[in-house]
């Protein structure tokens, strides 16, 4: 059977405007169609995507440790430089960050390409916090370099190190790069994982700052947690802010794992950053400013995050069991509002929850960070098109996400500093998306993903099977109302059942059915569904034009196996059949059906002879 389904629905008229902490459930599915293509497969983990002079693809494969261009016509792939420097030995480090003069291939003679990577540097000496010495961190370390584009070869050549020795770990190095507008490089650098998971027993140093007689030693480490702002030759600008009464590479601090950075055409830099089990930021950079971390996650509001200094324990924090959930006893715990320095207040959050929100969601067996509420925001680009662009996009920010799979569009205010309608997600998919960049008409959208992972699965819970591993994809706007959208790609669609129901009755259950049906939603899906059914965060919308589209037509007996088979997702089919039948009749309400005299018996082969036909399709 041809699978007419549209990628993306909501009902953004019925929508409440997002404020800067929402919760998930505050998010909808976008409405505007696309059509995807897969571009280019087999690229070892493609990191930074960038749109070139050349109007080709420039991506840099970060375990490769390869630059590439793609033509976005065809996918074919040109290899500029192999780079048998980089060293990646872990899931975030090698080729990272990718930035081309604005002069490139204008004929001035500044052809220059930039990129930073993770390197072995023995004669630096070790990582004092890496103390053991077969660790493939003891002399890991980071460089910035130059590269000059020969058009004649095709090639990357002539390397220049404008700055080594920056700080690298096992865990969090961010490595995003952007030239600005005022012609200065800006480069990312987390604060390396510490206080958690396999790095717990380090202490955050995103709050610590160089001093003189570091910088005059050409010693990095406080740069950790910061985005720096270097001269073109790696130099400290003149004009950098002085902080704490030094003035060094450092532009702004206090972050965890900023993975994006992009400047609007005004000059606003906007960054996102990973949070911990809450609060992604999406923030704008000034000068000298603190954004908190790891004192606050987010804004400063007490909610659902404590900074636990592990290295503090009175225990030995050796001889602890590092927990995100359960923190021990023996280490100290702050409040947010119990630090009290001047700070930097997020644009807005992905996501802020209640501190009794239940970080343990069974849906993801234990690997409870897919089902927290952050999204892993890897990059950001603006989306201000000086043309026609996608309608209602204009004066837009758009993050890729990781665990989520997918892209957020946060709609601007006017003046670029807060939010003005709800947020939107796209492309929902069993990938990990790394970087975007745009057409210059700003039409097509194209998205590198991770080679492998793990992520949130389509029917909830969590997948390590990517679906487009190592890949770029292209998403293109169609011009077409949602009603009339193409098919898309089928690898991104959650498709129903298979048999589509001939005109049968209407469906038929009760009101009383149906508030069986919430007590039953509410103890087995609000959590992947979102409590109004068109949070699309953790499951698909089932509510709204997502499910009309998805649904319409169908039977009530495909709805209930697929239910059965598939739902909870930690444990299809364990429900009695009666909660099935029940949870149906309330979403079946939610989208307008009216309750009648009968309930809605748990029989597929009954429910086979009744149609969806919800209000969203009338």
């Known amino acids: 059977m041809k699978r007419h389904v549209a990628l993306v629905f909501a009902l953004l008229s019925m929508a409440a405007p997002a404020l800067a902490q929402d919760s998930p459930d505050a998010v909808v599915a976008g409405t505007v169609p696309f059509e995807m293509k897969v571009l280019a497969t087999g690229l070892e983990g493609p990191w930074e995507l960038t749109w070139g002079p050349d109007n080709y693809l420039w991506v840099t494969e970060r375990t490769a440790g390869r630059i590439d261009r793609i033509n976005p016509a065809d996918g074919s792939k040109t290899t500029l430089i192999d780079i048998e420097e980089v060293s990646a030995p872990g899931g975030q480090d090698g080729l990272l960050g990718l930035a081309l003069h604005p002069d490139l291939l204008r004929g001035t003679g500044n052809d220059y390409v930039y990129t930073a990577y993770t390197y072995v540097d023995d004669a630096r000496g070790a990582d004092p916090v890496v103390t053991d010495p077969a660790s493939p961190y003891r002399f890991l370390y980071t460089k910035i370099v130059r590269l000059t584009y020969d058009a004649a070869t095709d090639k990357l050549i002539d390397p220049v190190d404008l700055i080594v020795g920056l700080p690298a770990s096992s865990d969090h190095n961010s490595g995003r790069m952007k030239i600005g507008p005022d012609g200065k490089l800006y480069y990312t650098i987390g604060d390396g994982g510490k206080d958690q998971l396999g790095n717990w027993c380090q202490p955050i140093e995103a709050q610590r700052l160089p001093t003189a007689d570091e910088l005059a030693a050409k010693d990095f480490i406080a740069y950790q947690g910061k985005s720096l702002r270097l001269d073109l030759d790696g130099s400290i600008p003149a004009d950098n802010p002085q902080i704490d009464g030094v003035v060094s590479h450092i532009f702004t601090y206090g972050h965890r794992n900023m993975q994006g950075i992009d400047f609007a055409p005004d000059g606003t830099l906007y960054a996102s950053e990973q949070g911990p089990k809450t609060d992604d930021e999406v923030n704008i950079l000034v000068p000298g400013g603190n954004f908190g971390w790891p004192h606050v996650a987010g804004f400063r509001d007490d909610k659902a995050y404590q900074y636990a200094r592990w290295k503090d324990a009175t225990t030995p924090c050796e001889q602890l069991q590092f927990s995100d959930i359960t923190i021990d006893p023996s280490v100290p715990v702050e409040d947010e509002t119990s630090w009290t320095e001047p700070m930097q207040d997020p644009l807005a959050t992905l996501f802020t929850v209640p501190s009794d929100w239940d970080f343990t969601d069974p849906v993801c067996k234990g690997v409870d960070f897919i089902c927290w509420p952050t999204v892993a925001a890897s990059s950001i680009q603006t989306y201000m098109p000086t043309g026609e662009g996608i309608p209602g996009w204009e004066n837009s920010l758009i993050v890729t996400t990781l665990k989520r799979g997918s892209i957020y569009r946060l709609p601007l205010a006017a003046d670029g500093k807060s939010l003005r309608g709800p947020i939107e997600r796209y492309f929902q998919s069993e990938n990990r998306f790394r ?63 298979e048999a589509a129901a001939a005109a049968g009755l209407p469906p038929s259950f009760t009101a009383a059915q149906a508030d069986r049906g919430k007590i039953a939603y509410n103890a087995n899906c609000v959590s992947c569904h979102g409590q109004n059914l068109i949070s699309a965060t953790y499951g698909t919308p089932l509510a709204g034009e997502y499910f009309a589209g998805n649904w319409n037509g169908k039977s009530v007996g495909d709805l209930y196996r697929k239910a059965h088979d598939t739902m909870p997702p930690s444990r299809p089919g364990t429900l009695p059949a009666s909660d099935y039948a029940d949870i149906i009749a309330y979403v079946l309400s939610v989208n307008g059906l009216a309750a009648g005299d009968a309930e809605l018996p748990p029989d597929p082969a009954t429910l086979d002879g009744m149609t969806i036909i919800t209000g969203a399709a009338q």
């Open 435 to 497: 970087d975007v960049a745009l057409s210059p008409d700003s039409k097509t959208i194209y998205v590198a993903t991770d080679p492998g992972g793990l992520a949130e699965a389509l029917a909830g819970g969590t997948t390590t099977t990517m679906q487009n591993p190592g890949s770029i994809l292209v998403f293109s706007y169609t011009g077409k109302t949602a009603s009339t959208t193409a098919p898309t790609s089928e690898a991104l669609m959650v498709v129903p059942g």
